[in-house]
T-cell receptor, first 111, second 114 residues
Framework: TQLLEQSPQFLSIQEGENLTVYCNSS?????LQWYRQEPGEGPVLLVT?????EVKKLKRLTFQFGDARKDSSLHITAAQPGDTGLYLC???????????FGTGTRLTIIP | DAMVIQNPRYQVTQFGKPVTLSCSQT?????MYWYQQKSSQAPKLLFH???????NEADTPDNFQSRRPNTSFCFLDIRSPGLGDAAMYLC?????????????FGPGTRLTVL
């Protein structure tokens, strides 16, 4: 069974600060996705990383896939209240339509 | 805009009273999923359809059933809801089994069991 552990589980920081969320596994994934879920809504896909070592930027968000494709990180620069939500990483494997979701990180940005 | 739609957004039912949640998609995706999500936890896969092929997760209770009458629609039936079934139910779609397998979620249905 593949598992994805996210850390921290909860994070509450002031607006303008930087933060990093980690997603770790002992298993290799073909690709890894990051979702953000706002209260009362479904998860929204932010990014997919496919290549080991890949770095993708989405405005103030920087996503990195580990060289061995077992882990990933999400870095947010100058956090804003709109970044508040549940962040989920999810691993995918070629030929399998199911995702392995991470344990989730609840992020709160305090104005 | 292509999207995943869930109805209703909020559903209240009584203990033991059957309930049906619906999901429709305009993405023409092959795969449709039903997830259960409880507060601040990751979504838990209940089952999914790859086209017409139904795939049940081993730990999904028999109380949960699903139907996919066509590509666009999928239903979740809870035959006898218990208090522990109160949760957010998420429908998602994906195009196929290729690497990446990005899933697109609906807004969810919040189920309350009285």
């Amino acid at each position: 069974t593949q598992l994805l552990e996210q850390s921290p589980q909860f994070l509450s920081i002031q607006e303008g600060e930087n933060l990093t969320v980690y997603c770790n596994s002992s298993s290799v994934f073909s690709s890894l996705q990051w979702y953000r879920q706002e209260p009362g809504e479904g998860p929204v896909l932010l990014v997919t990383v496919v290549t080991g070592g890949e770095v993708k930027k989405l405005k103030r968000l920087t996503f990195q896939f580990g060289d061995a494709r077992k882990d990933s990180s999400l870095h947010i620069t100058a956090a804003q209240p709109g970044d508040t939500g549940l962040y989920l990483c999810a691993g995918a494997n070629f030929g399998n339509e199911k995702l392995t979701f991470g344990t989730g990180t609840r992020l709160t940005i305090i104005p | 805009d292509a999207m995943v739609i869930q109805n209703p957004r909020y559903q209240v039912t009584q203990f033991g009273k059957p309930v049906t949640l619906s999901c429709s998609q305009t993405l023409n995706h092959n795969v449709m999923y039903w997830y259960q999500q409880k507060s601040s936890q990751a979504p838990k896969l209940l089952f999914h359809y790859y086209d017409k092929d139904f795939n049940n997760e081993a730990d999904t209770p028999d109380n949960f059933q699903s139907r996919r009458p066509n590509t666009s629609f999928c239903f979740l039936d809870i035959r006898s809801p218990g208090l522990g079934d109160a949760a957010m139910y998420l429908c998602a779609t994906s195009r196929d089994r290729l690497a990446g397998n990005e899933q697109f979620f609906g807004p969810g249905t919040r189920l309350t069991v009285l």
